[in-house]
């Protein structure tokens, strides 16, 4: 495969893939077991992985890229191979999530707002993820409407720091995923569709100029935005097709054509809702990039759910995985329809 930033880029938003989002961090993924009352340990958080993984089918046919966390990119599969060699088998890209979390933001809004974390040696560590095998990476920004919030100070440090961590991986020859999450779940979250229009497009506005400023190339890189939703404690919930429009509209005001593609994250959506919300938008094209998902909830809640940690259940654990992945790859050909759904 090409090691060009672009033809990189280009290949994660093939049409008709998509991105597994696998990158959770360890005390994400013993959120998610808890949910299965499995206790989180190195090896069954390999176990779980390697089942998504050796999904041939989905891995093959709908996941361009897999994003890591950095335990998952150094593991072996039980019988000892690499994962990172699974999953490259099947003709996917790894990619690793390099930031460290976010942290409060020092200041008047500690309590709500924070700053993603994790340039301090980010050069060096790009480079050891490089020789992993890592060919795009993962940096989320955490945006939150409540109160008085967000704040300039928030979107400006947040959108600074992409800029700084796209930067960087493009020096290293490694393809940045450029994710600014207008929060949809939470303890606030009861903004409406167009609160959430409007502060993702100030969010979105803020971030493309700060990579202008950074001299990011766009064409070497990939947008992960949140839809344009209301909150999920919102007691006025917006049609899907509304939601398609509005954040297609965003969008087109915001980002460049020159970048190639846009994989959105599930941020909390039930995983038909992610899937219909995607297949209506990319149904209203032709549109100026490539238009996918990056999801990490939405494709692999039922997934989780079928395995439930147990070694008997792989296969069906496994077609969950399979099933989430083809309605996706689907839906970003615009060619998702509900009654699939039900012919599974
Ligand atoms: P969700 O699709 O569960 O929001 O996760 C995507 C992701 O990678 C968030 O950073």
């Known amino acids: 495969m090409s090691e060009k930033l672009e ?3 280009r290949a994660l938003v093939t049409p008709g893939k998509g991105i597994l989002a696998a990158d959770e961090s360890t005390s994400t993924i013993k959120k998610r077991f808890d949910t299965i009352n499995l206790t989180s340990t190195e090896d069954a958080r390999r176990d779980y992985r390697e089942m998504l993984f050796r999904a041939t089918d989905a891995m093959k046919n709908y996941v361009s ?50 700053i993603t974390e994790g340039l301090d040696g980010l050069r060096e560590r790009f480079a050891e993820y490089y020789k992993l095998g890592a060919r795009f990476a993962k940096w989320r920004a955490v945006i939150t409407i409540a109160d008085g919030c967000p704040t300039w100070n928030c979107i400006k440090a947040n959108a600074h720091a992409l800029a700084r961590y796209a930067a960087l991986a493009q020096e290293a020859n490694i393809v940045p995923i450029v994710e600014p999450e207008v929060l949809m779940d939470g303890a606030h979250a009861s903004h409406d569709i167009d609160t959430c229009y409007r502060v993702t497009e100030w969010t979105l506005r803020t971030v493309f ?43 087109k005001e915001t980002v460049p054509a020159a970048v190639p593609g846009i994989a959105f994250l599930s941020g909390g959506q039930s995983d038909e809702a992610a899937t ?7 149904a209203a ?3 100026p990039w490539s238009l996918t998902f990056s999801y990490g909830r939405a494709l692999q809640a039922a997934a989780i759910k079928a395995w439930g940690g ?11 995985f399979t099933h989430r992945a083809k309605m996706n790859g689907l839906a970003a050909l615009g060619k998702w329809d509900q009654k699939l759904e039900k012919a599974a």
Do not use: F, W
């Open 7 to 9: 033809d990189i880029a």
């Open 285 to 287: 094209g032709p549109l």
């Open 310 to 320: 147990k070694a008997e259940n792989v296969a069906a654990g496994q077609r969950a």
């Open 65 to 114: 890229g897999v994003i890591l966390y950095d335990e998952t990119i150094r593991q072996n599969a039980k019988d000892g191979t690499p994962l990172v060699d699974i999953m490259k088998a099947a003709g996917s890209i790894p990619g690793i999530k390099v930031d460290l979390g976010a942290k409060p933001l020092a200041g008047p809004t500690a309590k709500i707002e924070t």
């Open 209 to 251: 100029r700060e990579l202008y400023d950074a001299r990011v190339s766009l064409e070497g890189m990939v947008l992960k935005p949140n839809m344009i939703i209301a909150g999920q404690k919102c007691s006025k919930q917006a049609s899907a097709a509304e939601v398609a429009e509005k954040t297609l509209k965003c969008l």
């Open 276 to 282: 219909e919300h995607l297949s209506l938008m990319n």
